[in-house]
């Protein structure tokens, strides 16, 4: 049973619910309106680009990472996990807290930080696998798409009208770089609506992207620049750092405390290109002026560039195979690499299961062994591909070492 596509918001692995195309990844990269499968792989991957550079994904990941040790360092001193309440806290943190605040909706308007990574990782696969059509764009995000990926275009174009379409990508991405996206998104819109700058009409719209970007950070009405991930991730990772170091001694040595798997390598990479194109800025001054291709993954220019220095770092698809990144330096073991990645999702899940199962409501998940005493405790909605049998299943062993259940 294929599980629904979706990115690991911890590892930022993709899993895609389609087998393994037999055709090249670069052909299919080069063209991906060409290829259905495209549009699950390009939509996973935007959230992955966006993800490495705002604020909101950064500090997600991070907050993620504590969330999951918060539980093994917990069992590790002894308490039972399956036995937790649904206040239940480590030492005063109270892990996933985060990622329940992701998803809730503000009152006004009722949109949730979600909504925004979704509709933008909607907006730009579609317009990229669309052929960049205006009608297209309105079509599938308005009127057909559910309200995930739906609500903030149309909260904007409800707003701004027509231009929605070009605007509608920058603020989104802005507001996702700022502490309260939601608000962040609907005053921006607010503002501009009472007094806008120039958006051309007329004219090669991924032109007008750009002279629109341009003009937004001319603004200065209610925008900051943009929260850079090289600042953000030193201060999110010496955090975790300080904490985690408080039990190192819980756990034996192999006990895998390191920082985010993937981010420290994405954020190098920022900086090392970023200062060969302008070795005269500040490294403040470069955060914002290499933001720009994280903020049009859609530009075929941008996404190029995206794809040569931040390919997503793990494709997994529904029969088990895989693209490994070409960028993250994984090609001698590409298995290694994608189990791991795998089993670090599987274990996040696994902890947020566990803390869902707490409050009353287990996590869902399509594992077909109801036989399985794992099966009802909904610690299985982040398995890659189950087992075709009850006794092959690796994810018992897993849960038994990180968490000392025994089942």
Known sequence: MALPSRIDPLSWTIFVEHPKPEIDPTEMWDNPSFYPEMRHILHESVHFWHSISTFQGIYLAFDCLKSMNALRFASRKGEDLTQIGADWTFEGYKPFQLLSDFY??????????????????????????????????????????????????????????????????????????????????????????????????????????????????KWGRFYPVPYGPMSCYKTAHKRYVKWKMQYAGLVPEDFPLTGHPILEDSVQMMMSLAKHKWPDKSEYDLEVMFLEEFVFPGNPFFRQRLLLGFHPPVIHFSDGGYWVSPTQGFKEKPDFFAKSMADFSMIMGAANGLLARAKGKPTKHGCPHAECPVHPLGLCSFVPDYPAAHEDCYVKPLIKHEFGIAL
């Open 104 to 217: 809730a909706k503000a009152p006004d308007p009722p949109l949730s930080t979600s909504h925004l990574f979704e509709g933008l990782a909607r907006y730009w696969d579609v317009t990229i696998c669309a052929g960049f059509t205006f009608d297209g764009i309105v079509s599938s995000l308005i009127k057909e798409d559910s309200p995930t990926y739906s609500e903030a275009y149309a909260h904007a174009y409800d707003t701004v009208g027509n231009v929605a379409f070009i605007i509608f990508p920058i603020f989104a991405y802005l507001a996702l770089c700022s502490e309260e996206p939601v608000r962040c998104f609907d005053t921006s819109l607010k503002i501009y609506a009472d007094d806008p700058f120039e958006v051309p009409v007329g004219m090669n719209f991924q032109e007008a992207w750009l002279i629109a970007w341009g003009n937004a950070a």
